[in-house]
Every structure is written in C-alpha cells, then in structure tokens.
C-alpha cells in the first residue's frame, strides 16, 4: 500500500467551477507536502508547496493541510480547461530524507 | 527558469541489451533524481546523487545503476533491461534536497521488447 494515497482518482469538473482533490499519508514522518500537475506528454511542475497547518492559497490554487490527520487537499477555483492535467501530491519523509509521491489524480475540466 | 533535459526522448531497447539514458541540468543543483513513471503507481523514486561521483538507492533500485560524472549530468543504466523496465522515466534537479522543488525534464519513453 502507497504511504501516500491520493483521491479520487480521477475527477471531472465543469469549466469554473471548483475542484478538490485529496491526499492522506500513512506516516507521521511525512510532514512536507507538495503539489506537482503534469500535462499530457510532459514532466510534472510544481504547483505549490505547504509546510504548515492551514491555508496556502496562490491565485486559484488553494492548498490545505491538517498535520495531525495527516491529510492536505489542493482546491481549484474558477476551474479552466488549461488545468486538465494530472496531479500529484508528494510528501517529504524526515525519517530518511526521501520524498514519496502519491499514485496522482487524473482531472479533466469540461468547457 | 530551470532547466533539465533528457535524451533520448524515446527508445526501444530489446530484452537483455544495455540502456543508457542521460539527463543534464543547467540549474546548478546539488541533487539530481531519476523516477519512473507507470499507471497507477505515480512517480517511483529510483536513484538520486546530492554530489558529483556519488549515488544513492532510492524506492525501487533493483535492475537499474546510476552515474554522476558531474554537477549537470546523471545517467540511468539498465545493464539487462527486461520488458518490466518499459515506462516512462523522469529526470529531476534540486537545490536543496528533499525539502526543496523538484524541476522535471520532459521525460523518456522507453519500450523493451
């Protein structure tokens, strides 16, 4: 079992409207997590980066996370067909330095 | 912005050749990473080098060697490649390790047969 696990799996929204995607660890060493979104035929880019509980939001993307449950979410608003893409959540392990990724959720915006 | 590169972009190796595939950055990062990628699985950690000369055994090593000749190169070596090892896989740069972002190039598309 992934040590971070990712839902839904694949998520379709209307054009602007909003998109929520979810990421839990299973490790409390995890505590540094990251947002990656991967077009089609192309590397993963980071999106955002949050370390600490609560809310970081940069332009449409907020990012959430509670440490003590261990779950972050990213939440897109006014949701475009550019952000058709996969999204991966990644997890920074304290315990040996190493970063894990999540198995990705695939989200497609209908115009 | 960063940039790391990859080639080649796609290769079709047979079962039990050699496979090199090489990466090259330009960001002047200390770290350097090689993933694979497969439905399903996300991105698999294979290995990473935070030095020139030096690699270490990321998630999933078995099969796959690494080289560090330099700050800007890392190379992927499947010295027996099996049909297992068709994937795709991704190369990425960073400054400061685990707690810093990762810059991706554009991915290789191997195929072995």
């Known amino acids: 079992q992934q040590k971070v696990q990712q839902s839904p799996e694949s998520l379709s929204v209307p054009e602007g409207g909003m998109a929520s995607l979810n990421c839990t660890s299973s490790?409390?060493?995890?505590?540094y997590f990251w947002w990656y979104r991967q077009h089609s035929g192309e590397g993963p880019k980071a999106l955002m980066?949050?370390?600490?509980?609560g809310d970081k939001k940069e332009g449409r993307f907020t990012a959430h996370l509670n440490k003590a449950s261990l779950h972050v979410s990213l939440h897109i608003r006014d949701s475009q067909p550019s952000d058709s893409a996969l999204y991966f959540c990644?997890?920074?392990?304290?315990?040996?330095?190493?970063?894990?990724f999540g198995a990705g959720t695939k989200l497609t915006i209908k115009p | 912005e960063a940039a790391v590169t990859q080639s080649p972009r796609s290769k079709v190796a047979v079962t039990g050749g050699k496979v090199t595939l090489s990466c090259h950055q330009t960001?002047?990062?200390?770290?350097m990473y090689w993933y694979r990628q497969d439905t399903g699985h996300g991105l698999r950690l294979i290995h990473y080098?935070?030095?020139?000369?030096?690699?270490e055994k990321g998630d999933i090593p078995d099969g796959y060697k690494a080289s560090r000749p330099s700050q800007e190169n890392f190379s992927l070596i499947l010295e027996l490649a099996s049909l297992s090892q068709t994937a795709v896989y991704f190369c990425?740069?960073?400054?400061?390790?685990?707690?810093?972002?990762?810059?991706f190039g554009p991915g290789t598309r191997l195929l072995v047969l």
């Open positions: 990425a740069s960073s400054g400061l390790g685990g707690l810093d972002t990762q810059y």
């Open positions: 490790d409390r060493n995890f505590q």
């Open positions: 980066s949050i370390f600490s509980d």
């Open positions: 990644a997890a920074f392990n304290y315990g040996n330095e190493k970063i894990t």
């Open positions: 960001n002047n990062h200390d770290y």
């Open positions: 080098s935070y030095v020139a000369d030096s690699t």
